[in-house]
Structures are given as structure tokens and as C-alpha cells.
């Protein structure tokens, strides 16, 4: 039993039960959960724009569609109103490489047998948001926080701007889903920057970018288009140098989001050449298949970003009478598009933490395993994924080798268990569970390995010599399966890796 110094005071005291600052998807999706588990919950919303704007997480990969489908019940709306997604699909390039069609290329072969989704995130944000306040949620907007007063156990306060006054509510929790304002891990003191991960990003929405699909490619490199069943098109397709990548999502209407993101060890971000969306787009122009399908594109000039120093953490994710979900807790990286996943573990996570309070459960054990839980799995995702990942990234021996083994163990040990338990799994975010340290081992094993032959090929300047007219094309991953064909061609390809290594060495 937890002893108490003071009486806390009865759930009838607060105004409201719970208070989400941020009306986005973490917040709005947490609010749903909770507002479905216990009937009767008093929860106010305060969001601080008057419409919610486009924003980077527009790709969903497995699971995070999952939660959004199955678990909030968006099917319908996602198949009506946003597009199906066909999958990675990855570009690579090197001084040979002069068209489209000679640059190698990573992707399915095959339509994908599990659904995703491109989304427009202001659309598709607002949708959830509307239907947490017909769900019961009140919903204030714009309101912005102010200042946050917490005391574990007890009565937390927040205090906001909405119109021209200010007003300060009571509540027995709070959930921080205010994205990268983490409004209280920087006023706590818990937030971190990820200083291994010195990435940065640039990105906008364009018009008039190629349809990978078109006639006019298919006319002009008729074998490069018969090359695969698949649409390119509708996949998230990746155009990739050496330290840096670049998402190329679809969005229903016909526009494009096109970013980069690199390492900023590796790249030289132009500083001159130009307002922000013209050097994004000379940069992406000295790849070939970007000067084939962004040629004729414009971007928009409202809608141009720029976000250094992307990777950061809190140190705490919850107490008694708080909880961090989605991008309020952590950011590790745009690549394989986990943004989604997160939310989707962390907020059915805080609704887990609040609905046992409510139910009268000890608090400090429930808190210490939820901290432990997530801060080991952050640790642990980024560690075995993202770690010096981009040293490699750019390979295409590398990087198809890796994409195999990451999307086989992505599958068997996260995407599996969602369609195996349904979302109860979502309450074990990955590398949480116990037995996973041989996986986690063996993924940081082939990432560190792999980061190690690109550093030494850099120095030797041999980047890139299987960069032009390969094709590694996937069949596809099944679910309640290890997928033994593809890991035994993963371990083909990284054995050729390595034999390969092996006679450079020996010839220099």
C-alpha cells in the first residue's frame, strides 16, 4: 500500500478529471481511449490554433495504421478520404547514374498485404479531434498554456490564454500531447536533445511532381517501368545520397510532401542560394531521380520548414498526475516513419496509467514501469534502427540487406503481436517486453557493422559502387510467420557484403 502524508482530495473536487494540452493526434487519440474506458470522465482538450496545419508524420507504417483503424475505428474514413500506402521504396545514385531508370532501386515488388496510409495530417488531425468531442471531450480553441503546476497525487493546474483572458482549471491529471513545444519536459527540466543523432530536416508540399506511374515514364523507360507489379507512386519513396534522405508522400488532392533529412556530420546543409524552399530544391535536384520527377514541380511557398537537432527525449515520461505522449515524450527520427508508432504506444499506455488510478490502483509501482518501460524502449529502438544509421544509408548493398532484416523482425516481433493480441499489444511498446535482448543485440550488431564498412569506404572513396542498376524487390512479409526466405536472402546479401569487403581490403 502507498502511504500518504495528506488526504487527496476526492475526484469530485477537480473540475476536470483530465486535461490533454494539444488537440493533434496523441492528444485527441488519448482522449478517445480514456472517454471510451470510463464512462462519465471529465476531460477538457485545449488546443492552441484555431485550424491544425499540415505537419511531418504523414506516412503510417503498419501498426500505427492499425491503431488508427482498428482501434480509434477510422477505416472507412482513412479508405474515403486518404491514400492507401504502397510500401518503402528506396532511390540510390552514384557518379554513373545519370536517368531514373539506372539508379538502383529497394522496394516490393508486390502490392502490400497489410494497410497503411498516406495522410494529410491537417485533415486527418481535425477528424480525430471532432469526433474526441462527440465522443464527450470539451474542446478549447485556441487556448495557450501558459504555465503548469504539478503535485504528484494531488491537484495539477494549467494555466491558458483563450481569447482575450486568461483562466487557470483544476484536474487530477494531465496528459502533455503538445508534440515538440514538450511543454513539460522543457519546463521540467527532463527534455534532452539526442546529441548521437545530430540530424536536421527541410521540407514543404509541392505541385506538379511526376507521377511515378505515368505514361510519359513508363514511355520513356519502358523496362524500368514493366520492372515491378507494384504501384511507385502511392509507396513513400526515398531518394537517398551518402548522409541524408529525402520522403516523397502522395497526398489525395494531388499534392506532394517532399522533405530531406540528414546527418549533420555528414552533410553541408546550403546556406547560400536562395530562400529555404529554392536551395531545397537545388539540393534535391543534383540526384537524378529527383531531377526526373521534381523538374517541373513548385513549392509552396507558405508551407517551407526548416528543424534542426531533430532526435531528443525527456527523462521522465509520467508521475501521479501527469503522462508525455507522442512527440511531447520523444522524437528519434522520420526514417521507417515511427512517429506514429510512438503515439500509438504511448498514448494506449497513459490511458492504461490513468484508468488504474481511477480504479483505485497503487500509484508508484504502476509509474516506475511505465517510465522504465518507455525510456528502455526509446533507448533501445533508437539504438538498434538509428544509430549511425545514416552513415550507411546511402549503400545500396547496405541498405537492402538492412531494410530486409529490419522490416523481417519489424514484422515478427512488433506488427505480429497487434494482429495476434489486437490492442492489448499496443501496452508493450517494443524492446520492452522481456526476452527481446537477443533481437535488440543482433539488429545493433548488423546496424553498427554495417555504419563501420560505410566509414571505411568513405575514407577509402568507394561509396557507392553498387549504386547503379541493382534492384532488390521484394515479395512481401507475412504476418504469424519468420519470414525465412527473406532472412536467409538477408544473410545471402550481407555474406556478399562481406566478401566484398574482404577483396577490397585485400587490393589496397
Known sequence: MEARMDSPPTEGSFEYDVVVMGGALSGAATATLLLRQNPGIRILILEKSAKLSRRVGEATVEVSAYFMGRVLGLTQYLNESHLAKQGLRFWFTNGEVKTL??????????????PS?????????????????????????????????????????????????????????IVDAS???????RKQGWWKSNIEHPTAAAWSRWKGVKDWDSRELADKYPSWSRAVYATRNTATNHVIGDGWWSWWIPLKGGDVSVGVVFDQRLVDWPQEGGKLGERLKAFL???????????????????????????????????DGFVLVGDAAAFMDPFYSPGMDWISFTTSRAAALIGAQRRGEAMSALVERHNRDLARSHRCWFEAVYKDKYEYMGEFDLMSTALIFDLCLYYLGVVSRIFRYGENALLVPPFSARGIGPIFRFMRTYNRRFAEIARRRRKRRMLGKTNRAHRCLIPGFKLHSANPKLFAQGFAKWARVELGELFSASMS
Open 117 to 173: 496510409y498516406q495522410l494529410d495530417r491537417a485533415a486527418f488531425d481535425e477528424e480525430v479531434l471532432r469526433r474526441a468531442g462527440i465522443a464527450g471531450a470539451e474542446i478549447l480553441r485556441p487556448a495557450t498554456v501558459i504555465d503548469v503546476q504539478l503535485q504528484p497525487g494531488k491537484e495539477q493546474t494549467v494555466t491558458f490564454r483563450n481569447g482575450d483572458g486568461t483562466r487557470t482549471v483544476r484536474s487530477r491529471w
Open 179 to 185: 508534440g515538440v513545444a514538450a511543454i513539460l519536459a
Open 101 to 114: 531508370a539506372e539508379a538502383s532501386e529497394l522496394g516490393p515488388l508486390y502490392q502490400v498485404r497489410v
Open 285 to 319: 535536384m543534383k540526384h537524378p531521380v529527383a531531377r526526373e520527377i521534381l523538374v517541373d514541380a513548385q513549392f509552396d511557398e507558405e508551407d517551407v520548414h526548416w528543424r534542426k537537432n531533430l532526435a531528443y527525449y525527456s527523462t521522465t515520461f509520467a508521475g
